[in-house]
């Protein structure tokens, strides 16, 4: 049996879903202390969810551009890592305190999910012949689930950060 692409686009938006509440809930679950403390080479919990609010509108922005054939401003900024770009996402949207930011990437992340549900899930899907600077295809799927691992990750760096407190 076929797969859909509104099946796939309903796993894919499931995904996001619970990769981010497990990054924010494992960044709320350190100890206040914790929160700030570098653990990820320039890095905080408080950072990692603020450079995961700029990702949400960078997507955001990306969406449009790959819907007009363009390929995402992004990648004008790539580097080792995302380095300047996360840099600047990070001066860009953390707020004072944790729980504001936890706030802003809540809000972020509906807004994106809410741009997706607006779209056929064809196009989230549809290879438009974009390519990113390393050759690799650029779909908003792919941007997308590239993000779900992204965050997975940071989910379990912020764990064992936490679990060696």
């Given at each position: ?85 996360n ?11 944790l ?52 965050v ?14």
């Amino acid at each position: 049996m076929r797969i859909t692409p509104e099946t796939r686009m309903q796993r894919l938006v499931a995904e996001m879903t619970e990769a981010r509440s497990a990054v924010l809930q494992a960044a709320l679950d350190l100890p206040p202390a914790a929160q700030d403390a570098v653990f990820l080479g320039v890095w905080s919990a408080h950072d990692i969810v603020a450079h995961l609010v700029g990702w949400d509108y960078a997507n955001l922005d990306a969406i449009e551009a790959i819907l007009a054939g363009r390929l995402p401003a992004f990648y004008a900024a790539y580097d080792a890592d995302w380095r300047t770009f996360n840099a600047e996402l990070v001066r860009r949207y953390k707020q004072p305190s944790l729980a504001a930011t936890v706030a802003a990437a809540q809000a972020s992340l509906q807004a994106l999910l809410n741009r997706l549900a607006a779209l056929p899930a064809g196009d989230v899907y549809r290879d438009v012949g974009l390519r990113s600077p390393r050759g690799r295809r650029v779909t908003i799927a792919m941007l997308l689930t590239a993000d779900v691992s992204d965050v997975r990750k940071h989910a379990d760096q912020i764990r064992s950060f936490a679990s060696q407190l």
